[in-house]
């Protein structure tokens, strides 16, 4: 055996044991956990269900840090280039896979640069409108965008987001031509649709439900192939007049790629048993989202799956990525 080789065996032999030894003792240190959106938002409404009760798992604090803007490339460029050691961790969305499929130019690979952890949750999309808007169904809002060509505008949390898409779903479905209105997160435009700036929104539930039951929006329909359970008196768009339609947001969290695969599996055992607790899962569907998990792989496939759809949706309805506002 020549030297060189002899050195190269115990150089690697020294990276797999000190990478033993940081799996074997993690974690040993506050983990910093990114939201790549806005605070008060759907995301971070399930950020602050989930970290509490992983810090708990892990014993040490688990800190949110909300990074908004550029629907989710800012927050995700942080953990894509941060040491890949478990410290650092991303609640993606659905903006993780539409990026990509919207053609976006990313700082990052959005399959290379990620480690799967687990999938966490579906939830489905509403469509609100402000009480002027004279519309009541999607039938209606279909009506009045055929009457007024271009002039019905419909906000969302950023180009790429799946209330962008799922917004010119409706449009490739209907032939209409609703304006999109890119904001930077949820909370802003929800602030816009309830002072009447924009009178049309597509907004996960969570936020958009407080705000539907206080009167101060009207619900026209859920984006999900079935009624929701924290909403069941709200159809959905496919019952709506629009067969087919369907458009969920997800979340789930990510690690820089090259995290230890103990890291990753200790990881995605703790966020499983959080999903499983009756209390989370309670929290959860009340704001109506659907807890998911399964295994980092089939996390992996899901991403995968994702881009491949929204890429065709895009391609259909002749999108290109552009700046939020």
Request: a positive charge; glycine letters at 8%; zero cysteines.
């Amino acid at each position: 055996m020549t030297i060189k080789l002899l050195q190269l065996t115990a150089l690697t032999a020294g990276f797999l044991a000190s990478a033993g030894a940081l799996a074997q003792d993690y974690p040993v240190r506050t983990l910093r956990y990114i939201v790549p959106q806005a605070a008060g938002g759907s995301s971070d409404t399930l950020a602050r269900v989930i970290a509490p009760r992983l810090a708990e798992a892990l014993g040490q604090q688990v800190v949110i840090d909300n990074r908004p803007g550029a629907t989710g490339i800012i927050g995700s460029d942080l953990v894509a280039k941060a040491p890949a050691d478990g410290y650092h961790l991303l609640q993606a969305a659905t903006s993780h896979a539409t990026n990509p499929a919207m053609g976006v130019k990313l700082p990052y690979d959005t399959l290379r640069d990620f480690a799967p952890i687990t999938l966490l949750s579906q939830q489905p999309n509403l469509w609100i409108v402000h009480p002027s808007l004279p519309a009541n169904d999607i039938k209606g809002l279909v009506a009045l965008s055929k009457s007024r060509p271009g002039q019905v505008d419909f906000a969302s949390s950023g180009t790429g987001s799946s209330q962008h898409l799922a917004g010119e779903l409706l449009n490739v479905m209907t032939g209409i031509t609703l304006t999109h209105i890119p904001y930077k997160g949820s909370p802003p435009a929800l602030v816009d649709v309830l002072g009447g700036r924009v009178a049309v929104m597509v907004s996960t539930m969570a936020p958009a439900m407080p705000q539907v039951k206080a009167g101060r929006l009207r619900a026209l329909a859920i984006t999900s192939a079935l009624r929701s359970q924290a909403a069941p008196e709200i159809p959905t768009v496919a019952q709506s007049g629009v067969p087919g339609y369907e458009a969920i947001s997800w979340q789930g969290v990510l690690a820089p790629a090259g995290t230890p695969r103990t890291v990753v599996q200790r990881l995605n055992a703790e966020l499983r048993k959080v999903l499983a607790q009756t209390g989370p899962r309670r929290q959860l569907a009340e704001q109506g989202y659907e807890p998911l998990s399964g295994t980092p792989e089939s996390f992996d496939t899901y991403i995968r799956s994702e881009i491949t759809k929204w890429t065709r949706v895009v391609k259909s309805a002749g999108l290109q990525a552009s700046q939020t506002r």
